[in-house]
């Protein structure tokens, strides 16, 4: 089902939409029996679609955008949102997460490229990792404890790729048994994923695995029956596994189908912005961020900076909310204006995390333009009464509830 409201004249064929997206996951083939070993739990041929789309609110529009500025926009609903950042990786996130979140991207890239293709669409990842926290409150990974990969497959020994894999054509193929599987997700999956995860120390995370890694490769036992047909969940409300994998904190809101004028999405995104400039920067080793706004009102009702006791140098917390008053404008129409969120490039975002994505820039738009940090290393010499004056002779009322 397709639902909820929109503003545009386009004309839009939704039911081919839908479809096309079904077919894209892998999603396309569909028997209405639990004993099948052929049906991956979601045909794009076969599905029901619903479109239940409308207009949005007069009240809403009236008062978020309609006749004002585009930096007077207002917030599209109250709300709080965080962004965190850590120094234990080369993009910031936490190992656990970013271990997660690129599994579930490996497994999908190796049943895509056929290298592993009696791999299906469905699948889940969880890592634990131990670790020592620091005196100063930073955290650094020791180890890789446990993996968990659940993921769908064919029928072991007997499914075949031709009638497995649509559009095959080339060398008939048998699916391997079950514990060749495992060894495959351990070769082709984990161990070349950790290879490519760089920790702090230059190091990859794969020189965290070892013997004592425990893992838990489909620990049901099969995992043939998956998607819609093996357990129905209502998809867009993910919101950990696209965050921080519960590191930080989450005020609740989704990402998925929302503008920018949408707090739950732009200020996460600029509160990641911010939360790790501040840790490029060396101002803090760890840094969250809370932004929190109230509907039709521009300017941010509160600005929060954590940075669990790992700030640097001089510098209090307080003085690294102040400088992130000073350096970042947070009404929804600055925002989109700085992470140029008015292009058409959300469909990236859709899978595999929003944060710790490598930003780039294609035909003229720009992907995940709030992992690009600011440069914030100027202020890392400063005292409390240095940023106090910065403060004062800045903009920031014009930016901030006071």
Known sequence: MVAGEISTSAPLDYDKLVRGAVASIGYDSYVDDLSSVDSKGLSDKTCEVLVRINKQSPDIAGGV????????????DQGI??????????????????????????????RKDGSLWWLRPDGKTQVTIEYKQKADGSVEPLKI??????????????????????????EEMTAPSMDDMNKALEEHVIRATLAEIKLKNGEPALSLYGDHTNLHLNPSGKFIIGGPQGDAGLTGRKIIIDTYGGWGAHGGGAFSGKDPTKVDRSAAYICRQMAKSVVKS??????????????????????????????????????ITNILKIEFDCRPGAI????????????????????????????????????????????????????GAALTASNYLTKYVD
């Not at 101002?283 to 300017?299: D, E, M, N, T, W």
Request: hydrophobic share 35%.
């Open 65 to 76: 955008h309609v006749g004002k500025d585009d930096m007077d926009v207002g917030a599209g």
């Open 81 to 110: 949102m965080f962004g965190y950042a850590t120094d234990e990786t080369e993009d910031n996130m936490p190992l656990t997460h970013s271990m997660a979140t690129r599994l579930g991207k490996k497994l999908t890239d190796v």
């Open 145 to 170: 404890h446990t993996i968990v990969i659940s993921t769908q497959h064919a029928e072991p020994l007997k499914a075949v790729r031709t009638k497995e894999c649509a559009g095959y054509s080339g």
């Open 282 to 319: 060396g101002l803090s080793k760890r840094c969250l961020v809370q932004l929190s706004y109230a509907i039709g009102v521009a300017k941010p009702l509160s600005l929060f900076v954590e940075t669990y006791g790992t700030e640097q140098g001089g510098l209090t917390p307080d003085d």
């Open 336 to 387: 989109a204006a700085r992470l140029a969120l008015r292009e058409p490039k959300y469909r990236e975002t859709a899978a595999y995390c929003h944060f710790g994505r490598a930003p780039y820039t294609k035909d003229g738009i720009k992907f995940f333009e709030w992992e690009n940090a600011a440069d914030l290393s100027k202020y890392a010499p400063m005292t409390s009464e240095q940023v």
